[in-house]
């Protein structure tokens, strides 16, 4: 077989594995909001949850979603950063290091129902937080943190290493170098990775069922974070499996296709940007 014939192959295997991606994901957008977004309406988006009547909504779930996930990254962002700086520049390689990073990438394979059972344990009985957004968003910070770490430090790698070099060589600390030269030069990769863990963070409910609770609190907008937190995707768990209200499968429907469009738009408001930065940032080339 000539090599011309072997690229021809290998060009047509991937043009067909990428039209099969996005047949299925056209199938698949096709399906829940076909099935989803005759369901949506202001009253739906906005209103309160019903446990007997039909008509309910979902405003306090899908408050609590974003609420949850701004706690989430409140707590990760400024860990998950700093570990992944500390293992790219500050850490040298030796045996800890290996050990950290094992970890590191152990905890990323975890399950988020392991991770859920630890927040229960930990968070819910043994701090006393009991079902509350608080103890959800740690738990769910948790989740991130190793996705996190190893996207700085993969971000802060790629770097060229001459940006570095030429910043200390114009009498920069190292500090004063990852402030103003690499974390700028990484945000681009940086930004994918926090969208990434997000978009994860929205659609979390195993871990988010036994910290956050299957409720929510009778105040809407509630800003307590020791109130019981249910948030889009347990909603949608729930009504599906122990609801009593007659229209379960309509509430179903519509919470799946609401979730399926705010994760969109949560990608789509930040990823654009980040290509748009990251286009500036190489020359616009």
Request: zero cysteines; charged letters at 15%.
């Amino acid at each position: 077989m000539t090599s011309k014939t072997t690229d021809r192959i290998a060009t047509l295997y991937f043009w067909v594995t990428g039209v099969v991606i996005i047949l299925i994901l056209a199938w698949f957008l096709f399906r829940i909001l076909g099935d989803g977004l005759p369901m949506l309406n202001w009253n739906f988006i906005t209103g309160k949850p019903s446990e007997i009547m039909a008509g309910g909504g979902v405003g306090p779930q899908l408050f609590n979603s974003f609420y949850v996930l701004f706690l989430s990254l409140l707590f990760s962002l400024p860990i998950g950063i700093g570990a992944g700086v500390y293992l790219a520049i500050y850490a040298k390689k030796n045996r800890f290091t290996d050990i950290v990073r094992v970890s590191v990438e152990a905890l990323s394979s975890v399950p988020s129902i392991v991770f859920g059972l630890f927040g229960f344990l930990l968070f819910v009985n043994w701090m006393g937080l009991k079902f509350s957004i608080i103890g959800g968003a740690i738990t769910l910070s948790l989740l991130n943190l190793p996705v996190l770490v190893r996207v700085t430090e993969e971000a802060i790698k790629s770097v060229p290493e001459s940006y570095w070099e030429a910043s200390l060589a114009l009498g920069s600390t190292r500090w004063q170098a990852i402030r103003k030269v690499l974390l700028p030069a990484s945000l681009p990769s940086l930004i994918t990775g926090i969208t990434l863990v997000a978009g994860r963070a929205l659609g979390e409910s195993a871990i988010l069922i036994y910290t956050a609770g299957l409720s929510v609190s009778r105040f809407f907008p509630d800003f307590n974070p020791l109130s019981m937190g249910e948030t889009l995707s347990v909603h949608l768990w729930y009504v599906q499996s122990e609801a009593i209200v007659p229209d379960a499968q309509d509430i179903a429907k519509g919470s799946a296709a609401l979730l399926l469009i705010v994760v969109l738009i949560f990608n789509l408001l930040i990823g654009i940007p980040s290509r748009m930065l990251q286009k500036k940032l190489s020359g616009g080339k």
